[in-house]
């Protein structure tokens, strides 16, 4: 993809820049903001393209997990969306990891850096959360994100995208990545149920594929997406709607159950099901925001020895195994974008993801159309 600018090493950064900002719940509107200025360790992304995810509909609507000076994120100039690509245009203090010219995605957490978590490795669990401070960043949940037309970002979450792929498949490393974290711990051949088809779900789903899982299922409701799952890698498809998805479980493992269940649906009874679906000593990784306390019998969790945690972002670099992945076509995460924007159109982007309509899955906005 060549670009006259980049064959220069020369681009032109403006002053101001058109961006997206939180105004009260459920709103947001356009402004003029300067155009931000990137530090040592960090360089100004010129943004291509940026993939609307369910937690940004989940900011503007309650404001967690987004927190902006201590609170929410409503009425402060703030920009939303984390899940963008672009173009490096300029590179901060001492900065030669990436030049000027170089095309990235990006990932949303660069975290303090000094913290006992992030020392580990898991900076999405960062212990200075939020805290600019210490070195906390985290674009469109506590710094300025993607919906705009530039962005300062970390070089560490930073991944460089091929000359191959599209913008529009770049913006979806993030989601990959997601799934790749909470599938860190497969082993190639165990077997895996995916509970929710949305796009952490389908990503999931060719993920496990990708590590070797077998079998793989994918249990839902919506028959276009299930059989979306069976092209990204499902062995199976459960329509939760026609059959009991447990009974289905089981019937597919001989009775045996599977060793691994990632929760993409958020439903409130996902959990104990789940619980249902797993051998004794199998996993759970809950990857999806329920909107209620959820009930669940933790005995039977007990007695069977199966772990449960959740996922937070995509740890553990693993936005960059998800990318080796996507570059090596293990898989085609592009069937999963199903709709294109121009940044001006924001609200109706965010009406299309939103209310599903015309079956949108992930929808992308981009600088030019």
Not at 101 to 117: I, M, Q, S
Not at 170 to 192: K, S, W
Request: with cysteine.
């Amino acid at each position: 993809m060549s670009d006259p600018a980049r064959l220069s090493n020369e681009y032109p950064v403006p002053e101001q820049m058109r961006a997206w900002v939180l105004g009260g719940p459920g709103e947001i509107r356009p402004t003029q903001k300067p155009v931000p200025q990137p530090g040592p360790a960090e360089v100004l992304v010129r943004i291509d393209a940026a993939a609307i995810c369910a937690t940004d509909l989940e900011i503007m609507r309650h404001g967690p997990p987004a927190m902006v000076d201590g609170g929410l994120p409503f009425n402060k100039n703030f920009t939303i969306g984390h899940e963008y690509m672009g173009t490096v245009v300029k590179l901060g203090p001492a900065v030669d990891e990436y030049s000027v010219g170089d095309r990235v995605t990006v990932e949303v957490h660069a975290g303090c850096g000094r913290c006992a978590r992030c020392r580990q490795g898991m900076y999405t669990s960062c212990l200075n959360y939020g805290h600019l401070a210490k070195g906390h960043r985290a674009n469109g949940f506590t710094t300025d994100g993607g919906f705009a037309q530039y962005a300062v970002n970390n070089i560490n979450t930073l991944v460089h995208v091929p000359d191959d792929m599209t913008d529009e498949e770049a913006t979806l490393v993030v989601t990959a990545g997601t799934a790749m974290y909470g599938l860190d711990v497969l082993i190639a051949g165990e077997g895996v149920v995916v509970t929710g088809p949305g796009p952490i779900g389908l990503l999931g789903v060719a993920v496990a594929k990708a590590l070797g899982a077998d079998p793989v299922i994918l249990t839902g409701t919506r028959e276009r997406r299930l059989e979306l799952g069976k092209k990204l890698g499902a062995d199976h498809v459960v329509n939760a709607r026609e059959e009991d998805a447990v009974a289905a479980v089981r019937r597919i493992t001989d009775g045996k159950g599977v060793q691994f269940v990632v929760e993409c649906s958020g439903a409130p009874n996902a959990l104990d099901e789940a619980a249902r679906m797993v051998d004794r000593g199998g996993r759970i990784c809950l990857a999806a925001f329920p909107h209620d306390k959820v009930p669940v019998d933790l005995a039977h969790l007990v007695r069977n020895n199966i772990y449960v945690y959740g996922i937070r972002g995509e740890g553990q670099s693993a936005t960059h195994r998800a990318m080796a992945l996507m570059k090596q076509k293990r898989f085609d995460a592009k069937l999963i974008h199903t709709h294109t924007f121009a940044l001006d159109e924001l609200p109706t982007a965010l009406k299309y993801a939103r209310e599903r309509v015309d079956d949108a899955i992930k929808v992308v906005v981009k600088a030019t159309v």
